[in-house]
């Protein structure tokens, strides 16, 4: 492991206080800004003058300076020199693609990716742009780099994949994206804090601050951290995705995920702590549960040697029903008799949420891709919450294993 820490990264950075000495930042809600000097403005459009140089902002499509600090805090968390925010994590995901690829280049991405990122790289993005991606099983190195073609241009992946919860060997990726001249990003979406890709070799890390960041299931928001370079392009007036296609972050919802990035920390070792244990119980019982923390896990080395200790082996577990049908019934039970956690798509929430994944957030997959990714249609997601005691919570998971 590096020497990375997240959390002293963050609190190393100037603390920004409101516009009247208030301990918050003040939000800045203005879409356009004044310059002084008439010959300011030119500059601005001209690349010379903006947030760094001079602290000149332009229009809030462009950089926001209330959106900028949570960039830059963001980027702080992931080691990146640079970050900016967007509308949504598939806000940040395909500006981030596009950026990377011209019609006729080619992806290589893993083969159990977040269903809306499988769907734009397998359906939309030939369609609309030209650009092909190959789908391997990013645990095979062999395979990833026979998907490699003189016009690839990136390898696409997730930290944890979604919901076969495999890790992928990050620093092996890099050595060999690097060795090809390819870009490697990743969804770190599952992972904040836990894991850093960019001090493990990665060129961009991009995240859906919806789950764990925001923590409430209350607000829809991306980020992407890079190099200054990246997000320079990224914004660039003429050619970035992210300024042209205009997935914009509100600087009310940047400020509001700034006041919860202090307790992230916090949050995600309780997530990871609970997950552990609910994980243990069900093995001891002999239910088929995948975690990243139970020795039996196939990658359970390599979470040992990437993740960051303090935060465990995250808040997502999967079980294994076997059927749809049982899958059904046993949420229902935990949902509507024992209050064990909500039948809804999305993790990161407080309480725990549990999802069917073959027949809702994976269902953009067509029956063999999803095979070839592994999801077994009895397969069930649980994003473990915090809110109650483990005790309370084991009994009630105990009552509804007992009706199925
Ligand atoms: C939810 C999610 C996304 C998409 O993020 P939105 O904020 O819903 O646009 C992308 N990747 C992963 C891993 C996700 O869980």
Not at 42 to 47: A, E, K, L, S, V
Not at 52 to 75: E, I, W
Not at 226 to 254: E, K, Q, W
């Amino acid at each position: 492991m590096s020497e990375f820490d997240p959390v002293h990264s963050m609190a190393a950075l100037r603390r920004e206080f409101g516009e009247h000495g208030g301990v918050n930042m003040s939000i800045e809600a203005s879409t356009t800004f004044t310059v002084m000097e008439a010959g300011t403005m030119p500059q601005i459009f001209q690349g010379q003058r903006g947030p760094d140089q001079g602290g000149c902002y332009l229009y809030g499509r462009h950089f926001n300076p209330t959106v900028y600090v949570l960039g830059r805090q963001l980027a702080a968390m992931e080691g990146a020199e640079a970050g900016y925010c967007a509308a949504s994590g598939l806000g940040a995901i395909t500006a981030t693609i596009m950026q990377f690829c011209d019609a006729g280049d080619h992806v290589v991405a893993g083969n159990a990716i977040y269903g809306g990122t499988f769907a734009f790289l397998h359906d939309y993005l030939p369609l609309k742009a030209g650009c092909r991606t190959t789908f391997v099983d990013t645990n095979d190195l062999g395979a990833v780099e026979r998907a490699l073609t003189p016009r690839t241009k990136l390898i696409y992946i997730e930290t944890l994949s979604n919901p076969t919860l495999r890790i992928a060997d990050i620093p092996a990726l890099a050595r060999l994206a690097r060795s090809r001249g390819v870009a490697l990003v990743v969804d770190n979406t599952f992972c904040p804090l836990m894991v850093c890709p960019i001090t493990l070799g990665a060129d961009v890390v991009v995240h859906s601050l919806t789950k764990f960041v925001s923590g409430a299931s209350d607000i829809i928001a991306g980020a992407v951290c890079g190099s200054a370079a990246f997000i320079a392009r990224l914004m660039d007036l003429h050619t970035g995705s992210l300024m042209l296609l205009g997935p914009t972050m509100d600087p009310h919802v940047a400020h509001a995920l700034s006041l919860r990035l202090p307790h992230l920390p916090l949050r995600m070792r309780e997530h990871g702590v609970r997950a552990l244990e609910i994980a243990r119980r069900l093995r001891e019982r002999g239910w088929r549960v995948s975690y990243p923390g139970l020795e039996e896990h196939p990658d359970h080395g390599l979470a040992k040697r990437l993740f960051r200790e303090e935060y465990g082996f995250g808040g997502l577990l999967t079980l294994d029903l076997g059927t749809t049908a049982r899958a059904f019934r046993f949420m229902e039970e935990l949902q509507n008799r024992d209050r064990f956690g909500f039948m809804a798509v999305s993790l990161g929430y407080f309480d725990t949420l549990m999802s069917c994944s073959a027949s809702s957030t994976s269902s953009e997959l067509d029956a063999e891709s999803m095979q070839r990714a592994g999801i077994s249609p009895g397969l069930v997601r649980m994003s473990i919450g915090y809110t109650g005691t483990i005790e309370q919570r084991w009994a009630q998971l105990e009552d509804a294993m007992a009706r199925v």
